[in-house]
């Protein structure tokens, strides 16, 4: 599986974003996919997930302001993030879980990973 994150940028404070991670692969529906993000000189950090069920999770700190989805057809999940504060900087990267393990907000679970996006908000 590879997966191709895209749509990082610099925004200023109070804007948005939509990030994309595209796979590679025909079982994509039956993964569980993530965003983590990582700041410079901080652990990566669990943002978001859709599971294969479509059932969703968030990080409290970004709860009600980001919105993951997928499209199954497109083998994409995305990540809407709105009210962007400076502390949502860092490099986003979208994951994929194949074991159906539980413990979701966990990277070291997951086992494939995209490379990267860089996501900038200026205040």
């Known amino acids: 599986v590879q997966l191709q994150a895209s749509g990082g940028g610099l925004v200023q404070a109070g804007g948005y974003l939509r990030l994309s991670c595209a796979a590679s692969?025909?079982?994509?529906?039956?993964?569980?996919m993530a965003w983590f993000r990582q700041a410079p000189g901080k652990e990566r950090e669990f943002v978001a997930t859709?599971?294969?069920?479509?059932?969703?999770y968030y990080a409290d700190s970004v709860k009600g302001r980001f919105t993951i989805s997928r499209d199954n057809a497109k083998n994409t999940v995305y990540l809407r993030m709105n009210s962007l504060r400076p502390e949502d900087t860092g490099v986003y990267y979208c994951?994929?879980?194949?074991?159906?393990?539980?413990?979701?907000?966990?990277?070291?679970?997951?086992?494939?990973w995209g490379q990267g996006t860089q996501v900038t908000v200026s205040s």
């Open positions: 994951a994929a879980l194949t074991s159906g393990s539980s413990y979701y907000s966990d990277y070291t679970k997951y086992d494939y």
């Open positions: 692969g025909r079982t994509f529906s039956r993964y569980d």
């Open positions: 859709v599971r294969w069920s479509d059932n969703t």
